[in-house]
């Protein structure tokens, strides 16, 4: 059975930082590419940053480029999400994704993914 569990959300004062982690089982972690996606209340649900299988290529949301960064340890199922220079408007609730693949793509739309994990909050404070 496949799970994917976010962990690392929280409370933070704006201009801080924090690490996401999101670990996959049940599935052959190299041959899935991973996605970040946020939802804040009132919402949809919207894109933040995705990697490819191999952690070669990553791509990321206009709104958080050269703010937070993805990747992946193969090795440990786990792909990350580093999140610094934290705004108010980040406050939302942030999924993992996971998306199995044969190539080396990123992708960009939360239904191109075949599985989910349960979200973990993430409020920043102003």
């Known amino acids: 059975q496949v799970q994917v569990v976010e962990s690392g959300g929280g409370l933070v004062q704006a201009g801080g930082s924090l690490r996401l982690s999101c670990a996959a089982s049940?599935?052959?972690?190299?041959?899935?590419?991973m996605g970040w996606f946020r939802q804040a209340p009132g919402k949809e649900r919207e894109f933040v940053g995705a990697?490819?299988?191999?952690?070669?290529?990553?791509d990321y949301a206009g709104s958080v480029k050269g703010r937070f960064t993805i990747s992946r340890d193969n090795a440990k199922n786990t792909v990350y999400l580093q999140m610094n220079s934290l705004k108010p408007e980040d406050t939302a609730v942030y999924y993992c994704?996971?998306?199995?693949?044969?190539?080396?793509?990123?992708?960009?739309?939360?239904?191109?993914?075949?599985?989910w994990g349960q979200g973990t909050q993430v409020t920043v404070s102003s």
């Open positions: 994704a996971a998306k199995s693949v044969l190539t080396y793509g990123i992708y960009r739309l939360h239904h191109d993914y075949d599985y």
């Open positions: 990697i490819d299988r191999s952690g070669g290529n990553t």
């Open positions: 049940g599935l052959t972690f190299s041959w899935y590419a």
